[in-house]
Structure formats: structure tokens, C-alpha cells
């Protein structure tokens, strides 16, 4: 049930604060995010149309989209299987995985970037084996999927989690008493009333992919995602240069963003509320 | 039919089903009795394998199940809020234990030539069996409806006519007439008794309500803390509970300490206080320390203790009467023995009834419960 | 109450294949983090020691620890009022507030650097006035906290608007029968039990922008936080420089992270479970 | 003392309260009973202060409150699932009101020669006034206890203790009773009464069930739709229901369509099929046409027809008697016409009541309760 206005009544003073701190946050958003493209349409549209005409830019682009679309359904098949063994099983060291899913997040993105390289270095763990029957990650679209992987892989697992601990476990009982076996009860009882919250799960975790830059930077510099060429731009030829192509692969989220945000909302059906 | 023998669950260390055995018979209507936390919901999810008991044996029809997922034990299970698929119509609801245990075999779709046929013939069965659930239950005008947009009585058909769907010979019923209102309340009751008969099941039912264990049950088991205490028919366990604790449970609310002064083959003379003596009818010994129960709808109310055979009359004073619906609730004092009778309304008007009114309380030797003082029996 | 294990029965397929899907995603993170910190001990730890000598290091890395408390802290004031009135007041466009919080979440982190430059750079918006009066965010830890907040304030105001919304609105409309203002039922009874998940929010917030590289970068490569010094390491100097670096740095932050968590699980007691 | 003038809300498109008017007198302990969805909670919530009516006025005193804010009204308020707050201890919980109505003020603290003396003052005063809520309502031993540790009976008597805490005139009470179990519903209930005299408070309280209505009531209002339909006193409201909706809501078993076939001063004829007729008290003319109801507590069943000064005497057979605890429901066929009567499980005893039987069932004129057919009065 949301809470109902008390209107007709004077709005009281701590109200009053709250509106003014919620304001200076929003606009410091709003003011960041508009000033820099209503200044580039303003003040340099034809730097704009350059960087539309460019198909190096593009490139740039469509690489950042689909390796964290690749990264997403990665993490989508590795990462439900065990959000749902989170939310309903007891184990041992079940707080330590959890513990583990979640450091990603917590560790700085370059320092990720540098670990990965040992990992999947032309000289790693892993990476050396691996060149000597022609895989390479190092400045390959393979390198930059597994560090957009690493970044982003906490939020699939942990909103997916969220979305079958949400589940009354007693219609899974029901279901099995029904006669479903445990995986035909996963399909048809838990996995339909989790599905919204998975989708909230593959957005965060495809937002949070396409903006990743350090990890990314130093695991492959080349071919160059859009964030690393505006980098690039920027320490190349300036804030001119880069603010177009930054405008624009701004413009380019925000529209997936809102898109999937729509798409998502018409799941709220099977949600708790 | 269903036989319980020794189980007993550790959940954490705060809770345990400790040794509970039970034999319930076949088409027998089973009601496990006891208030909140007595476990018994825990034991039904054990018996429908929801949940594995650390120790002993469920058997159902002498086949021991106890390490069989519930999917291969055929049992139906409605929960108290009824768990319904919120995903699913009423009638997918419905459908979904037929679906589940007789899935399309790939051999009759490969099997191109009659593919279409079989499949035909397959979804008919399966069609006109949950149709025929969903008429017993009266839900077929539900069937596209979502079950958040019913109410509590509706949910509760939902829920019934989906175990009884796939057609299984034992049924458990987790205090199912709980969440509803009392008109539903008591339609539904009947239907379950209903349902019971018409499908032959053999159904346990679990409440806290001794009302609805008395008008439902063929037999009942009181169940606190974990524990069986008490097996019988609705008879046996609300005229001779087996210990103070039942007695209080199941709604004895006059109770009296006192010692037993003489016995005359199974009438016995109790001594409550310098004043009072009660007869009953009991197998105690002259000496012994009992408690007495005396059940308020076994008390009668009279002007005078005239044209009354009851072997116990006493003379008092109303100091209350409470209505409670239909019925109202007399509180007595008869000279320093407290007495609580229950009587119509209409004899509340009929007689005038109202505090500090004299009259008579009568009740007959064999309407007192004599048990051994503070030791079950 | 917690799915209690089947004990004593033969685990199904579908339960082993998500435990092995599941196993792959956590050794993928397990192996990362690992591998790093026991190269470095076994292959180079005099490199480790030089890195643990050097004031340099110790002073991006204080610097990260403490524009990051600060950005925090900002977070802290401005984001809980705002969360609350999210989660207990509807308004008109609440739905495009709840998105715009969520928008630095999507946008790339140099896209971000950009945007925060056009603003904050000596030319921009806020920064060309405030510049006139002597305050400079361009290569200044002012800069660097601005960034850090732009990407981690949404964690805290969606930590704290679940940790308000699971707050049965009666306690608050009790309180207020019993007396309390507004403000009143606000600190004595919506606060205390939300406290939890705001200190969970602001562990997210603090682990958000310690980790930020690629806004930071762009607006205030000088003084050089930690993530920046690495990478301007490993760029100079390749991947022998810049791993002891990265591998403190990881240990610092997973230091903190296991006390803040530890120290966090205490407040279960007023949750929900 | 509590006038609700005109009072409506719309809630999103679903739901509204619809032109409430109520008033309510001091020291009254008032009922609002009705069907769940009724509007009875949010009735309860407008009069607090927790929402605005889009129309109406409410006026506590003569004062309109009704832009008051919740703080500033004085109204104790108890929610059904008692609302404790979790984070504080019981007596945290009780003394909560004191401490915000009370607070230390600063000029008392800063005077800084008594300010030692003050506040202990400050907090002898508060602290008494918890004790005594803690006490009178037995939750004294609990005080350190923190809510969610408690049981049910023992969350209400903290909620109550903590609204009555701060001492206010009017007391808003939502189906307090409704989530305890038999026992502690019956204690609570006989409470609240006692603690509604004891501090002299004017009683607001909700509830679905009648038969709380009935027991607790001075008047009740029968809430349905969104709508007030019926006040009155509990005599009223049971013996005259306004309409067939309330009637059926507060438990009349027995109706029958009839017409009116003659008059004699009160008592009126009523033809209920070619076979049966009634008579009633009512004030219908011949020829109209009417709806009978009877309650099933005023039948009284006998073996033969004499004794009795009954005017509606019906010979039947038993079709069924159901145990409902310590009351039995008989229902009969009275050729053709079906009655249902409420009698003690000792009359079924001593009677040896059984399907099949045949026996007379007989109720007084005055216990014929008539309305116009289809049309509220």
C-alpha cells in the first residue's frame, strides 16, 4: 500500500530540509549530465555531427555494446544458478561466497585490470596455456569481456538472489508435492516469479559493463572501447576533441537505459508490492 | 494407511518433533489438535517430504517413504494461506499437478504419423480432469483470474481443487479454515468433510480450534510441544483428557482441586472444600488428591432444584452473564465454589437471567472429569 | 526462517550442474584475486617491500582512503533525506527522480570525468565562477571528491530508500499518535530502523568510489589517487611496477571491507529476518 | 465527544469511504463492526489524523481536529498487529508517549542550580506513570524484553499499555483481538472492557466478528462499503437488522420469503409457502410482500408441541446435528420448510438428538424479526 499524501495540511519544516538536500543532489545530476550536452550543441554542434559521421567512433561504440551484452549473458548463465543455490541452500562457507561475489565491487578498477593481466597475461596463470592453442585476451575482445565480467557479475548474482529469496518457499514445496521434480519446479514456479528481478539484474549488470574503463584499460587498450577513445581523445587533443564522442555515447546509454527501464516496469505483476 | 513411527526433527536448537508416532487409518478424516508452535505444521511437511526427519519411519500404505522426494509420494497439500501459484490462472493452477505427472512423452510427438491425435487425446484428459476439479470446487466461472484478485474462500477452493486435480489418495491440510471469515468458515468446513467423502481420501488435518477438530474429525491427536499427548475420538479427548493441560486446551473451564472421601462402586465423593462435595463417576480410591472438570455446557440453570435427577446441585448467586453470540456464559458463585454455565440466549430472556439473581446449578455425576491432581495420566 | 537442508538424500542433477556453474563464476574471482597477491609474494616480494616502503605510495593511497570517507559523507547528508521522502511521500515525477538517481550508474566513468569537467573545469559552469574566488576542482582533492560522489551516491540513496521502505508506515503513524513530530518519528523510530541498511549503503558508496578510476582520472589526474598511480605505473613501467601497488592496495581495501561487513552484520537484529 | 460529520476519501480509483456520519458519546465504548474491506481501519486512521479526508469534518470535544496534525490530537490508537516498535524495549515501548509529550525542556536543564533536581524530578514523574501503565496491564515483568520476543497477548497488553501511557480521552482500537488465539481472546476481551472504565476513556473499536460486537458494545455501527448502514445499540442491531445484508452479516440462519396475509394489531400473518405460515410482530399490511428472519438461538426444539406458549409451532425431522464445540446446531425439515436452531450440547445429550428424528421446533412471535422485501429501511 504506498502512503497516502496528507494533504491540505502546511508542510512541516524538517519536510521542507529534506526537499532542499534531495534538490542539491538531483540538480548536481541533472546540471552535470545536461550541461555537458546542451554545451556541445550549444557551443560546438558541428564537433557533434563529426563525431556522428565518424565510423571509428562507431566501431568504438558498437564494441562497448556488445562485449558487455556478452558479458551480461555470461554472467546471466554462470551467475542464476548460483544466486538461486544462495537463496535456498545451507551450506558451509555460504557466508564467505557471499562475501566473495561481492569484492569486485569493492576493488579499484585498475587494481582489478592489473589482476586479471596475471591471470589472463600473455605470461598468466591461465593466459599463457591457453596462447599456445591461439586464445589471447591481452588488446583481444576476449580480454575485454572477462574484465567487464569481473565488474559486473556481483549485481547479476545479487539481484537475482534477491528475487528468489523474495519467493514464499512453500510454493516450491507445492510444487513438488504436485509431482514437479526439483528442476521442473525451478522452471515453473521459481525461475517465472524471479524473472523481474533477473531482468533488473542483467540491466545493472550490463550498465555497469559498458561503463567500465579502468579494469579495461590496462587488460586491453586496443581495440579501443568508447570509453578508453575518449580517454584517448582527451589526453590526445582535449576536452574539444572527447566531449563529443562522450556526448554521444552518453546519449546512446541513456536511451538503452530508459528503453530497458520501461521494459522492465511491466514485470512488477509478480513482484511482492 | 498412514503409519508414523519414532520421528524426530532438531530445527536449530530452538525446536524439535520429539518421537511422534502415529497410525492413521485408511478414509479416515485425521485432525492433529494443538495451539500455535506445537509443531504440527513442521509434521505434515515431513510426512509430504518437504523436510527429512533426523530419526524414524513415515510409511504410507506400508511402503516406507521416508527418503522419497515429495514429487513420488502422491500426497496433496494445502497450506493455511493457501500458497497458490501468483503467476498462474486459476485454472493453469489447477492443471498443474496433471501436467507435471503426465507430461507429452517425445515418443508420441516424434511419432509423426499420430502426433496430432495423441496430443489431442493427451490434452482431453487432462482438460476434462481439472474440469472436473474445478466443478466439484465450484471455481470454473475463476478459471482466467488470477489468484491475488480472489478472495480468501476462493484462494482456499483454488487450492484444494489443485491437490485434489491429480487425484491422490492422502490429502494434508495445514489449518486451512484459518485466514477465512466465520460465514466461510463454516461453508467450507462442510465442503471438506464433503471432499473427503466424495474422493475417499484419507486426510489429516491440522488445527488449533477444538471446534473445528470436534465437528471434523473421526479421530484426533493433541499435539504440544513437540509431542503427541493424546490420540482418540473427538469423545475420548474432550470428555477424558489426559492431563490438566488438555483439559484447559480443549475448553474445561471449571476446574477444582479436591480429595476423594468414599467411593460406592464408580461413584465417588469428592471433597472440594468445607462446604462443597461433588459426585462423579471415577475409579479413584478414597484419599487420593484429583482435579475436577466440569465442561460449562454440561451445567444446567433452574429456578429450583426440583424434577432434576443430576446428582450435583447447587444453590447461588449470578455474578455475570456474558453473551457471546448465540450462546451466553453464566458466572456463578455458589457460596465460594465458582461455576461457569453456558446457556442459550433464549434461556437467558426465558428464565431473565442477570447478575444477582439465585437460582440452581445442576449437572450429572458422569459430567465430571476426575483426573489424578497434577499428574497425566 | 531459513530452507532447511534434505538431508540424507541423493542430490538431483539440476542441483550438482548449478553448483558447478556456480563454482566457475567464484574460482573465476577467487583465482583473480589470489593469483595476484601470491605471485607477487612468491615471484617479487622485494618488490612488495619497496612498494610498502614508499611514502609516495602510502600517501594515493591515504588520499583515495579519505576522498572517499568524505565523498561518503556527502552521500550520507544529502542522500538519506532524499531516500526517505522516495520511500514514504509520492509526488509528481517521483518515477524520473528514481531514474535520475540511477543514471551515473549507467553512464561510462570517462563519460562521467567529461561531463563533471564541463561543469566543474576552469571554464565551466560552476567552476569559472568559483574559481574567481579562489575554489579550483581541476587536479584538486575537490575535484576528485566530486567525482567520487557523482558515482557513488546512488548506491546510498537506494540502500537507504529499501531500508526505509521495509519500515511498516504505522510505527510511523503510532509515533505520531504518541506525540512525536514528524521529525520526531523520523529520528526515534525511522532512522534506528533503517540503520542498517543505510550503513550498508554507505559501506556500497565508500567501496564505489574507492574503486572510481575513469572519472577521476579525467578531471584530477594530479594529485594521483591510488587506482591512477598504478596505471600511470604500469604505463611507464609495465606490469612488475605496478603489481605490488595494485596488490596493497587490494589488501587495504579488502581490510576494510571484511571489518565494515563484520561490523554491519551486527544490526541483523532490527532487519526484517 | 467524537463527531464524524460528512467524512469521505477516495483511495486511488478503488476504494472510498462514502459520506460517514457518526457521533460517538463520552465514555461510550463504540463499535464499528462490518465485513473486512468494510473501511473500517481507515475510518479509524481519518479520526488519528494518519490521513485526510477529502471531505467531511471530524470534531473531538467540539473542537474540529480535523487539520490537526496526529501529534497534536491526543488519541491513543492500537493497530491489529499492534505496531510495537521493534528496536525499543517494552517499557522503551510504554514510555515512548511520555518521554515525546514530556520532553526535558531546555531552559530547565540550562538553569543550572536545579537542573540535577529537575531532571530527576522530570524523570520520577515519567517514570511513575509507566510503571503504572506497565502494572495495570500485568507487562511489568516484561520490561526489558524486546517486542518480537514477545507472544501475541503479550504484544497487545504492551501496545494498549503504551497508548494508555500518555493518558488520552479517546481510544482508537483496530480488531485488537483478532490474531490471539481462543484463550487470550476471551481474557483480553473482558480487559479491555475493564481498562475502558478504569480510565474512563471513550472507545473506538473495530472488529469483524459479531459476536465481540455484541459482548463489548454500548453501540455499535455496522460498517459495509464504505458506508455506514446501521447504529444502534447491540439489541438493536442483532433483534432489528436494517436490511438482509446485515442481517445475514450478523448471523440470522433462517430466512424465508413470505407475504403478509393478515394483521391483528402487531401480529402479523405471513404466508411462507402454501403449507406454512408465521406469525410475526411487525407492522406490515396484508398483501405485502416481506423477508422473515429468525435467529437459530430463539427455536427451541421438544419432543411434542404442548407446554408451549409459542405461536409458531413446526413438525420435522432432524437432517443433520453438527457439533460446534460447546453448542450443537440442529437442522430440521419442517415438511419443506428448512430451519436451523442452536442448542447446548447437553440438550443434544439429554434429548438424544439424532438425523432422522422427529420432534417439534417451536419460536415466539416476537422473535420473528420482519423486513420489507429486497429494500432497506
Known amino acids: 500500500m504506498t502512503h497516502r499524501q496528507r494533504t491540505g495540511r502546511k508542510p512541516e519544516a524538517y519536510s521542507v530540509i529534506f526537499a532542499i538536500l534531495g534538490a542539491v543532489i538531483l540538480s548536481f545530476i541533472i546540471l552535470t549530465i545536461s550541461n555537458m550536452i546542451v554545451l556541445q550543441f550549444l557551443a560546438d554542434y558541428p564537433g557533434f555531427v563529426d563525431a556522428v559521421k565518424d565510423p571509428g567512433v562507431w566501431r568504438s561504440i558498437w564494441l562497448s555494446i556488445w562485449t558487455a551484452i556478452a558479458a551480461t549473458l555470461i554472467a546471466l548463465v554462470l551467475g542464476v544458478p548460483l544466486a538461486y543455490m544462495l537463496a ?71 539481484s537475482a538472489r534477491e528475487g528468489f529469496q523474495s519467493i514464499d518457499p512453500r510454493l516450491e514445496n507445492i510444487a513438488r508435492s504436485l509431482g514437479a521434480s526439483g528442476w521442473g519446479s525451478f522452471c515453473r514456479v521459481s525461475l517465472p516469479l524471479a524473472v523481474r528481478q533477473i531482468v533488473v539484474g542483467a540491466i545493472m549488470t550490463w550498465a555497469r559493463a559498458i561503463s567500465e574503463f579502468g579494469a579495461v584499460v590496462v587488460i586491453a587498450y586496443y581495440p579501443m572501447i568508447a570509453p578508453t577513445l575518449i580517454y584517448e581523445r582527451y589526453i590526445s587533443f582535449g576536452l574539444k576533441a572527447s566531449r563529443p564522442i562522450a556526448v554521444l555515447l552518453m546519449l546512446v546509454c541513456l536511451l538503452v537505459f530508459v528503453i530497458l527501464r520501461i521494459f522492465s516496469s511491466r514485470w512488477k505483476l509478480y513482484d511482492r508490492d | 494407511m498412514i503409519e508414523i513411527e519414532g520421528i524426530g526433527i532438531t530445527w536449530g536448537s530452538e525446536f524439535a518433533l520429539k518421537d511422534i508416532n502415529l497410525h492413521v487409518r485408511e478414509k479416515e478424516f485425521f485432525v492433529i489438535l494443538g495451539p500455535t508452535g506445537a509443531g504440527k505444521t513442521l ?14 519411519v513415515v510409511k504410507i500404505r506400508g511402503h516406507d517413504v521416508t527418503r522419497l522426494p515429495p ?62 476439479a474445478m466443478d466439484k470446487l465450484n471455481i470454473t466461472h475463476l478459471g482466467h483470474r488470477k489468484p491475488l484478485t480472489l478472495s480468501g474462500g476462493e484462494q482456499q477452493r483454488v487450492a484444494i481443487a489443485r491437490a485434489i486435480a491429480m487425484n491422490p489418495p492422502v490429502m494434508l491440510l495445514d489449518e486451512p479454515l484459518n485466514a477465512l471469515d466465520a460465514r466461510t468458515k463454516d461453508m467450507m468446513r462442510d465442503e471438506l468433510r464433503r471432499i473427503h467423502e466424495e474422493f475417499a481420501l484419507t486426510t489429516l488435518y491440522v488445527t488449533h480450534d477444538q471446534a473445528e477438530a470436534m465437528m471434523l474429525a473421526d479421530r484426533i491427536a493433541v499435539m504440544m510441544d513437540g509431542s503427541v499427548v493424546q490420540v482418540g475420538t473427538p469423545e475420548e479427548i474432550f470428555q477424558s483428557p489426559a492431563s490438566e493441560e488438555i ?60 424434577h432434576t435427577s443430576a446428582r450435583n446441585n447447587y444453590g447461588g448467586t449470578i455474578k455475570r452473564v456474558v453473551h457471546m453470540g ?52
Do not use: W
Not at chain 1, 569484492?103 to 586479471?116: K, N, S
Not at chain 2, 505434515?44 to 524414524?56: M, R, T
Open chain 2, 247 to 306: 483439559a484447559k486446551f480443549v475448553g474445561m473451564e471449571n476446574t477444582f482441586q479436591g480429595t476423594v472421601t468414599g467411593r460406592e462402586d464408580d461413584l465417588t465423593i469428592i471433597k472440594i472444600d468445607d462446604e462443597h462435595t461433588m459426585e462423579a463417576v471415577s475409579k479413584y480410591n478414597a484419599g487420593e488428591q484429583v482435579r475436577v472438570l466440569i465442561r460449562p455446557e454440561y451445567i444446567t440453570l433452574a429456578e429450583t432444584s426440583d
Open chain 2, 71 to 132: 514429487e513420488r509420494r502422491r500426497i496433496g497439500f494445502v497450506y493455511q494461506d493457501y500458497a497458490l501459484f501468483p503467476h498462474l490462472s486459476v485454472r493453469d493452477n489447477t492443471a498443474f499437478g496433471m501436467r507435471m505427472r503426465h507430461p507429452l512423452r517425445k515418443r508420441d510427438v516424434f511419432n509423426l504419423g499420430r502426433a496430432a491425435d495423441t496430443i489431442r487425446e493427451h490434452r482431453q484428459a487432462i482438460d476434462s480432469r481439472v474440469d472436473e
Open chain 2, 43 to 56: 509434521l505434515l511437511e515431513l510426512i509430504a517430504g518437504f523436510y527429512q526427519p533426523d530419526a524414524g
Open chain 1, 88 to 158: 535456498r541452500r545451507d551450506f558451509m562457507g555460504k557466508g564467505l561466497v557471499e562475501a566473495v561475489i561481492d569484492v569486485p565491487v569493492v576493488i579499484p578498477h585498475t587494481v582489478a585490470g592489473i589482476a586479471l593481466l596475471t591471470v589472463f597475461g600473455y605470461h598468466g596463470l591461465i593466459g599463457a596455456p591457453l596462447r599456445t592453442i591461439g586464445i589471447k585476451f591481452v588488446d583481444m575482445e576476449l580480454g575485454i569481456i572477462i574484465a567487464l565480467l569481473f565488474v559486473s557479475v556481483p549485481f547479476m548474482v545479487n
Open chain 2, 326 to 377: 448465540p450462546i451466553s456464559k453464566v458466572e456463578l458463585n455458589c457460596d465460594g465454589l465458582y461455576l461457569a454455565a453456558f446457556v442459550t440466549r433464549r434461556s437467558v430472556d426465558d428464565m431473565a437471567l442477570e447478575a444477582g439473581m439465585r437460582l440452581c446449578a445442576s449437572f450429572k455425576a458422569t459430567s465430571v472429569h476426575v483426573i489424578k491432581h497434577g499428574v497425566q495420566i
